[in-house]
């Protein structure tokens, strides 16, 4: 009886299998042409030409996201890589880390609106720091993690550097049903 329990409650969960009506492990093409009836003006150019499959200004889950870019792997859909950004910009650089403080709030709010969605309809993620991961047991996943970034390394003539942070959401495909 206990593994009729936990097999429906494995069974309870639903699969992540992908979004917008495309599916990790899809063809290349098939993807290409579901993205592009949702967002006409996607940027499109295969990956031998060095750039991704990118949408801009995409929504998830009924949220806003600045951009969504492909990966194909052979010819099949394998990852798609959401950003989240809450601020990105050249700031003094005595002013980097108040900016990326101020920035922090909202980045915070996205995030638990985001973990918030997606836990509604995945149940409990694994948690990792700041990371959360849900997998299925199709092998496909869902990474959510923040970045924050003040880039020191480059200080333009005028003393100034880029700085921001958001949000990656990942959607990967499991190469087979033990990736988890």
Known sequence: ????????AQNAQPQIEGFWGVKLGE????????????????DYARDTNGK??????????????????????NG??????????????SVSVS????YLNSLSPNMQSNYQDICDRLSEK????????????WRTSNGNSITV?????????????????????GIHIIYSK???????
């Open 122 to 133: 995945y149940g409990t993620p694994k948690v990792s720091g700041q990371t959360v991961t």
């Open 1 to 8: 009886m206990l593994i009729a329990i936990i097999s429906f």
């Open 27 to 42: 063809s290349e093409n098939a993807v290409v042409r579901k993205v592009r009836q949702s967002y006409p003006n996607a």
């Open 52 to 73: 991704p499959f990118r949408v801009q200004n995409a929504k998830l889950a009924g949220l806003d996201v600045d951009n969504c870019e492909f990966k194909f792997k």
């Open 174 to 180: 499991g190469e087979h049903l033990n990736d988890f």
């Open 76 to 89: 099949i859909f394998t990852e798609a890589k959401f950003n989240k950004v809450a601020g990105w910009r």
């Open 95 to 98: 002013q980097a880390q108040s």
């Open 145 to 165: 993690k923040p970045w924050s970034m003040s880039d020191n390394g480059y200080v333009d003539d005028y003393g100034r550097t880029w700085a921001g942070m």
